[in-house]
């Protein structure tokens, strides 16, 4: 694959894996959402909340800044705060 090919290649199979991701998601209840299945594993909410802190740490001004940035809090990706709805969390997810 070309340089000039690669974006517009990752571009559309992020978007692809959006689509699935989100008609999984679309699938369970609020209750579901929030629910892990054991005290070792997370919640659909927080793999979701953790993924889009992810995404925009690693993905924002990608050419030409690398890794995590500096305002990203990533150990509160990993608990569920006061106004973490299942609409806010979609909403940064959507972000």
């Known amino acids: 694959m070309s340089t000039a090919e690669y974006?517009?290649?990752t571009l559309r199979e992020f978007r692809r894996l959006k689509r699935l991701a989100e008609a999984a998601l679309a699938q369970v209840a609020d209750d579901?959402?929030?629910a892990a299945l054991d005290p070792e594993s997370n919640s659909l909410a927080?793999?979701?909340?953790h993924g889009a802190g992810n995404l925009r740490s690693r993905w924002t001004d990608f050419l030409t800044t690398d890794g995590e940035k500096p305002d990203r809090r990533r150990d509160t990706e990993f608990v569920i705060?006061?106004?973490d709805t299942r609409t806010?969390?979609?909403d940064r997810w959507e972000a």
Request: glycine share 12%; charged share 20%; aromatic share 12%.
């Open 7 to 9: 974006l517009p290649e």
């Open 32 to 34: 579901q959402f929030f």
């Open 46 to 49: 927080i793999i979701g909340k």
């Open 81 to 83: 705060e006061p106004g």
């Open 88 to 90: 806010a969390l979609m």
